[in-house]
């Protein structure tokens, strides 16, 4: 298996709910990764995850919570919400977190079409 | 910190031209450049990548090229095909031990019939 699954696909929700995000990879990665992809630009990095701890917070708003259950599972708390928050939250995991990074491909999920009304 | 640029923003080819797409890069330590595709609605997918200690690399009709003085390096799509058409990123890794991608802007490619 050398896929990352994310669900849902797609998500609508008001700016008062609270709704999660889920990523799964079965590679054996011990490194995951948020990425937020608004239209016509390239991701932009969230969180990143290393032996399910979390090592890195590109100042993200407290209104996105990241949780790593175990080695294979990702998710992306919502909450409170923003319309400008409406884009493609896409999940990716790599071998590791540390090491040479030639040898540290990323691979990426389909991503969640985010929508906040 | 290290900046990619990518160029051009946009490029329409006819179907079995080459295209060519290029980056350069602002941080002498980054070693590892990845070529990313993202088609519409999908997440991006890793097309090719190059490391430091090579100048070119090559995977049937599509290969990569580095030059690490010039601090450049460019993807090289041959026999264009309709179902390249698709946005792609050049990316770099800025230090020997990291993993933050950082990325180029996007070449939206066209590939007309």
């Known amino acids: 298996d050398t896929e990352v699954t994310q669900t849902p696909k797609h998500l609508v929700m008001g700016m008062t709910n609270k709704k999660s995000l889920k990523c799964e990879q079965h590679?054996?990665?011990?490194?995951m990764y948020w990425y937020k992809q608004k239209a016509k630009k390239p991701p932009e990095l969230m969180f990143v995850?290393?032996?399910?701890?979390?090592?890195i917070n590109e100042s993200v708003p407290s209104r996105f919570s990241p949780e790593c259950p175990n080695s294979s599972l990702l998710n992306l708390h919502l909450h409170a919400l923003q319309p400008e928050d409406s884009a493609l939250y896409l999940c990716a995991s790599s071998r590791w977190a540390s090491g040479r990074a030639s040898y540290n491909e990323q691979f990426f999920g389909p991503g969640t079409r985010l929508t906040v009304l | 910190g290290e900046n990619v640029e990518q160029h051009p923003s946009t490029l329409s080819v006819q179907e079995g031209d080459s295209a060519v797409i290029k980056c350069t890069y602002s941080?002498?330590?980054?070693?590892?450049f990845p070529w990313y595709k993202q088609e519409l609605g999908k997440g991006p997918q890793l097309i090719i990548d190059?490391?430091?200690?090579?100048g070119e690399k090559k995977d049937q009709r599509i290969a990569v090229t580095l030059n690490k003085t010039a601090k450049h390096f460019s993807l090289h799509i041959t026999e264009t095909q309709p179902e390249d058409s698709a946005v792609y990123f050049c990316?770099?890794?800025?230090?020997?031990?990291?993993?933050?991608?950082?990325f180029g802007a996007g070449t939206i490619l066209r590939v007309k019939s």
């Open positions: 190059i490391r430091s200690n090579v």
């Open positions: 990316a770099a890794i800025p230090t020997e031990y990291g993993n933050k991608l950082v």
């Open positions: 941080d002498s330590a980054s070693n590892y």
């Open positions: 590679m054996g990665h011990r490194a």
């Open positions: 995850y290393s032996y399910e701890k979390l090592s």
